[in-house]
């Protein structure tokens, strides 16, 4: 009996080689520490970080638990670790010197502590004597140093790596009678997060938004010139006193370079780390299809700002969390340069899922001519990428487009170096609504 092989030959191959997909969902929580060694070791609940060795009172667990405190966050985040301890440094400015008032603050201590602390301003005073006071009580609580100048207090934790906050007093919207402000020095994580970036892309730890345990403004815009650098988004935060103001510094430093990349946070309880909440509660959602505005954040209580601390930090672009009609809700979901966070998102999002999805067809195909079929082949698939950035929120449906030139006109010169050139498409943001205005007549 013959075989049908000797009359008709089948060959069959798989083209199911498949392109790695970049992440949007997972986090960096960057951070110093000494639980391990390794650069970075990635969690998917806080208890996990209890097991090697963190301690409920470390900034970093700190830093995850508020992460994996949110309803929608990711399953898993990146803890990476810092290797050389900071020297933190703050500042303590009287603002006020009138008898009887009280400069009024509480001190989260390195083991977690709360220490308050109350002063009532004595008779005859100046803000040099209030200052004075309020020093030799700083200076009596464990792990502080300070000193005093005028009405300036200057203070460093006594060991490296300790991290202070310096925060309202229980049942206080803000700081009394004094303004603080963050000092401590750039610890160049800009360098240690493009090494890191290059050991975790590719793999099961590439992240895509970071979060750091530092707060200053020098340490925030060492941060954001990085990662404006990087395909990724910096979610910082900083609780100064003075960015309520007028005179604001981190915001206003942010804006003037005109960061797209990093979405500030302002918050007056920093060991909350509303930031890492603010991640956990919209990084996994799918890019575009929610603002980043409007967020409930759990564990973390709202600011209660004046109509003149709200402007001068959106003036700045300061993002900020607040109640609203008894809704806890960030504002306004914006980077640095005033554009919004999701937008940014988007773009992300749309140029890695393009790439990977022409990369994909030149890397499957044994070729892909230079014809107009090859070229439909491409054209296909960054419209099919379109088509589901309309699918999930991110693009106004029916609004996409893609456009290429016939393969004839194409410059000999191209042609050549077989590069097509160039395909275009057109698209519109879906956005959100923000705000709404409504205007009704009635009559009887």
């Known amino acids: 009996m013959g075989a049908i092989s000797e009359i008709v030959s089948v060959s069959i191959t798989a083209n199911t080689r498949t392109v790695s997909r970049k992440g949007f969902a997972q986090p960096l929580i960057y951070g110093y520490h000494t639980r391990f060694a390794d650069a970075y070791r990635i ?68 083991d977690g502590s709360v220490v308050a602390v109350d002063y009532t301003i004595l008779a005859a005073a100046t803000t040099t004597t209030v200052a ?59 360098a240690a997060l493009a090494a890191l970036d290059l050991v975790t892309g590719g793999t099961s730890a590439d992240w895509y938004a970071v979060a750091t345990d530092l707060m200053s403004s020098a340490h925030v815009q060492d941060v954001a010139a990085q990662i404006e650098a990087m395909a990724k988004i910096y979610a910082a935060q900083n609780y100064d006193g003075r960015e309520t103001g007028s005179g604001g510094v981190l915001g206003a430093a942010l804006k003037a370079a005109g960061y797209d990349r990093t979405f500030p946070l302002f918050h007056r309880r920093p060991q909350q780390f509303a930031a890492c909440a603010w991640l956990g509660a919209r990084l996994a959602l799918d890019p575009g299809s929610a603002t980043w505005k409007f967020a409930p954040l759990a564990g973390v ?55 990977e999805r022409v990369f994909g067809v030149l890397a499957n195909a044994r070729k892909v001519p230079m014809t107009n079929k090859g070229r439909d082949l491409l054209v296909s698939e960054v419209l099919a990428q379109l088509r589901e950035g309309e699918g999930n929120g991110a693009l106004v449906v029916g609004e996409s487009t893609v456009r290429a030139p016939d393969v004839s006109t194409l410059a000999p010169a191209d042609r050549a170096a077989r590069h097509f050139k160039t395909i275009e498409f057109s698209a519109q943001i879906a956005g959100a609504v923000h705000k709404v205005t409504v205007r009704g007549t009635l009559t009887v």
């Open 43 to 110: 969690y998917s609940e806080a208890a996990d970080m209890i097991a090697d060795g963190f301690t409920v009172a470390d900034r970093v667990y700190m830093m995850a638990l508020a992460f994996f405190s949110q309803e929608d966050r990711n399953d898993t985040l990146v803890v990476g670790r810092a290797s050389t301890a900071f020297v933190w440094g703050g500042e303590l400015t009287i603002t006020d010197a009138t008898e009887g008032n009280h400069v009024k603050f509480s001190v989260v201590l390195e």
């Open 301 to 355: 209580t709202v600011d209660v700002l004046t109509a003149t601390e709200r402007t001068n930090l959106g003036d700045d672009n300061l993002n900020f969390y607040e109640s609203t009609a008894g809704l806890g809700i960030t504002r306004e979901g914006v980077m640095a340069s005033g554009e919004f966070i999701d937008v940014t998102q988007t773009i992300d999002w749309l140029t890695a899922r393009i790439q």
């Open 132 to 190: 004075t006071a309020v020093e030799l009580l700083i200076e009596a609580l464990t792990g502080i140093n300070s000193s005093s100048a005028g009405a300036v207090i200057t203070i460093t934790a006594a060991t490296n790596g300790w991290l202070p906050f310096f925060v309202p007093s229980e049942g206080e919207n803000t700081i009394v009678g004094a303004e603080f402000r963050d000092t401590t020095a750039d610890q160049n994580y800009s």
